[in-house]
């Protein structure tokens, strides 16, 4: 099961490239709140992935089928969800501080569980993820006639999201000292402003096929 362990691990990795509206808030938040915290948020991604590739693998029929019945509604939501994301980023002044000087609340586990719900909720509404997976399952050839090849393809993706998002918030967090308040808050602001025109786009990309499966 070595192979499909490996082309699962693959997936992972490449569906974790931090770009897109997670990255943009895993980035801001592991400089802003320590490793951690970006490190909830990334792992709530993994959440969404694990979800979505057992879906992809077990169920591939059915949950094409309903984000195809449903895509209206789907970008609707998570245009909501990533929008009112990028305005508490915009909004929020008072959470950008240096790590070393957060409160024993804002590092707290409620907080880390709060950032990891946040990054599933961002994900699993995203259907580039679902596309994104399905492309990447297409193109390793993987094996979904065999429930032990599965299995161990399924266990690769959760491997490989979660190491990714560990090695990303480890790098990104060895900068944090070498950048000031001011250019914090600057990246804050301007991944706070790209993740809010992200949830605008969904949203209004949602708007002809809400009307059109009301009409």
């Not at 994301?85 to 950008?96: E, P, S």
Request: net charge positive.
């Amino acid at each position: 099961m070595l192979p499909e362990l490996l082309k699962g691990l693959a997936v992972g990795v490449i569906v974790s490239i931090p770009v897109g509206p997670l990255g943009l808030l895993c980035v801001p938040r592991t400089l802003a709140r320590g490793r951690w915290s970006g490190l909830a948020v990334g792992l709530g991604g993994t959440a969404s992935d694990t979800l979505y590739s057992a879906l992809a693998l077990f169920a591939l029929s059915f949950i094409s089928g309903f984000i195809d019945a449903n895509k209206g509604w789907v970008l609707l939501a998570g245009g909501l969800i990533i929008g009112v994301t990028g305005i508490r980023l915009l909004a929020g002044r008072r959470q950008v501080r240096h790590p070393d000087k957060l409160s024993a609340k804002a590092s707290s586990p409620v907080r880390h569980a709060e950032g990891a719900l946040n990054g599933f909720l961002i994900s699993v509404t995203n259907p580039g993820t679902l596309v994104c997976l399905l492309w990447l399952f297409t193109f390793f050839g993987m094996d979904t006639s065999r429930t032990p090849a599965m299995l161990a393809e399924w266990a690769g993706v959760i491997l490989g999201s979660a190491s990714s998002w560990f090695l990303i918030t480890w790098g990104i967090s060895s900068f944090r000292d070498r950048i000031t308040l001011g250019q914090l808050l600057m990246l804050t602001r301007i991944c706070g402003a790209a993740i809010l025109l992200i949830g605008l786009a969904s949203a209004v990309k949602s708007l002809p096929l809400l009307l059109t499966a009301s009409a």
